[in-house]
């Protein structure tokens, strides 16, 4: 398929879009639907779903490319929903990993299974791994050490100074093996 197929099924995907959301929309003021009545947030998580709509319509590496801003806006609506429901504001001081790394793998890992595009899902499932895990981290760090929300957790530091000497260990023993196999290789 050449590029000038992938720009029409573009356009024709947004145009299809553009027609659908319009007469949500307009069913839903003739009904009398009151769309900020469900919470601005969702909002933003439309916004992602058209994106992944466009992705898939799109397909192809242009596909991809549209599906990274569709995990990313998400899940960025997603956490403002959860900041929305529950007052915390204060945790995008460590919310941010889930959009991105976080969105960008799931962006990528949904759009790679789905579309049959394994090397595609597969560092999309590393971009998301990474991202839960500076969640884990920095939230361990922010609520637990710090108590950015409230309470300290007795003994973070301990777990924290432990989970810091176990993470470097990691490091050094993955480090010393990927070596030893490229010189064996």
Do not use: K
Not at 87 to 108: N, S
Not at 143 to 167: D, H, M, N, P, Q
């Amino acid at each position: 398929m050449g590029e000038r197929d992938n720009e029409r099924r573009t356009t024709v995907a947004i145009g299809v879009l553009l027609i659908g959301l319009g007469a949500l929309f307009l069913v839903g003021r003739q009904v009398g639907f009151g769309w900020t009545e469900v919470g601005w947030p969702l909002f933003v998580i439309g916004a992602g779903l058209v994106l992944w709509f466009v992705a898939f319509a799109v397909g192809g590496q242009g596909g991809a490319g549209f599906a990274v801003p569709a995990g990313i806006v998400t899940m960025t609506g997603i956490v403002l929903a959860v900041q929305n429901a529950t007052g915390l504001w204060e945790t995008w001081a460590y919310a941010w990993a889930l959009v991105a790394p976080g969105g960008v793998g799931i962006g990528l890992l949904v759009y790679g299974l789905l579309a049959r595009q394994p090397e595609v899902a597969r560092g999309g499932g590393w971009a998301l791994m990474v991202g839960l895990g500076l969640f884990l981290g920095f939230g361990f760090f922010f609520e637990a050490v710090i108590g950015l929300s409230g309470a300290r957790f007795a003994g973070a530091e301990t777990i924290l100074s432990a989970g810091l000497i176990i993470l470097g260990l990691v490091i050094v023993v993955l480090s010393i093996a990927g070596r030893t196999r490229r010189r064996e290789g």
